[in-house]
T-cell receptor
């Protein structure tokens, strides 16, 4: 079973604050993803990466930056947090791209922006 | 419009009853995956099922690609099956789209 670990699990910040969500996977997967989950929208892709130093834009990237520092580590950065970014964030990894490969998710990071 | 429609949106069962969850896709898909989301939020992959039928214990997934649909059958439901079931499609352009889920509650 792939291991994907997220931190922090819960975070409260103020509007305009700076937040970094961390994700580490320990199964040598090439692809890593950041999603947000909101009621009525399901999971939506923010950014993804297919290797260290690579970054691809997802479907809802506005207000987010991401960085893949190593094969294991993928970070999501909110430099000026807004209440609309209050959400449940998931990191996921897969060996290759989506086709033919299972996505493995972390436990989720719940962010509240007040 | 919504590319992935899940039904029903919510379902309440008595323990021991069976459930059939549906996922319909509005575009051509390459494959699809079923996930279970625990009440506290964590996600678990149930099936990666590009086509045909797969079974794991009390769970059976059937995908018919050309009809753009997939189903998840839960037999002899248990209280621990409670949670949200999500399907996700992988399009021909390698894009993944998730449905909004079926919330299942199993009562004793």
């Amino acid at each position: 079973e792939a291991a994907v670990t997220q931190s922090p699990r819960n975070k409260v910040t103020v509007t305009g604050g700076n937040v970094t969500l961390s994700c580490r996977q320990t199964n040598s997967h090439n692809y890593m993803y950041w999603y947000r989950q909101d009621t009525g929208h399901g999971l939506r892709l923010i950014h993804y990466s297919y290797g260290a130093g690579n970054l691809q834009i997802g479907d809802v990237p506005d207000g987010y930056k991401a960085t893949r520092t190593t094969q294991e580590d993928f970070f999501l950065l909110l430099e000026l947090a807004s209440p609309s970014q209050t959400s449940l964030y998931f990191c996921a990894s897969s060996e290759q791209g989506y086709s033919g490969n299972t996505l493995y998710f972390g436990e989720g990071s719940r962010l509240i922006v007040v | 419009g919504q590319q992935v429609q899940q039904s029903p949106a919510s379902l309440v069962l008595q323990e021991g009853e069976n459930a059939e969850l549906q996922c319909n896709f509005s575009t051509s898909l390459n494959s699809m995956q079923w996930f279970y989301q625990r009440p506290e939020g964590s996600l678990v992959s149930l099936f990666y099922n590009p086509s045909g039928t797969k079974q794991s214990g009390r769970l059976t997934s059937t995908t018919v690609i050309k009809e753009r649909r997939s189903s998840l059958h839960i037999s002899s439901s248990q209280i621990t099956d409670s949670g949200t079931y999500l399907c996700a499609m992988v399009s021909n352009t390698d894009k993944v789209v998730f449905g909004t889920g079926t919330r299942l509650q199993v009562s004793p």
